[in-house]
């Protein structure tokens, strides 16, 4: 009887969680991975811009690195479309288009 009360005592040998807390521990787990959003400073947003212009105009490839809070996804494609007013940019990939919008626009 008296080795089960060393340590750290009974609840030693009683550890259990519960599934709704195992489940919020791992959302909460996953919340701290995410990550901000970069800042880009007006140099380099003109890099870009001019960068993307130039693909469309000559029809080059660009490749781009998009942001998500938690994985970075590089494409690599042609600019097809640049629409300044709506903030749109539509590239043209491998075999299929891919159009999103900037919130900063670049174009």
């Known amino acids: 009887m008296r080795s089960r009360l060393k340590d750290n005592g009974l609840y030693e040998t009683s550890r259990m969680i519960m599934p709704e807390h ?31 212009v130039d693909s469309y105009n000559r029809s080059s490839t660009v490749d781009l690195i998009l942001f998500s809070p938690f994985f970075e996804e590089p494409i690599s494609g042609v600019v097809v479309g640049l629409n300044s007013a709506r903030c749109e940019i539509k590239l043209m990939l491998e075999d299929e288009f891919l159009g999103f919008f900037s919130r900063n626009c670049l174009c």
């Open 22 to 52: 195992r489940e919020a521990w791992l959302a909460q787990c996953e919340q701290q991975k995410r990550r901000g959003k970069p800042e880009l400073d007006d140099q380099e947003m003109q890099r870009i811009s001019e960068v993307l």
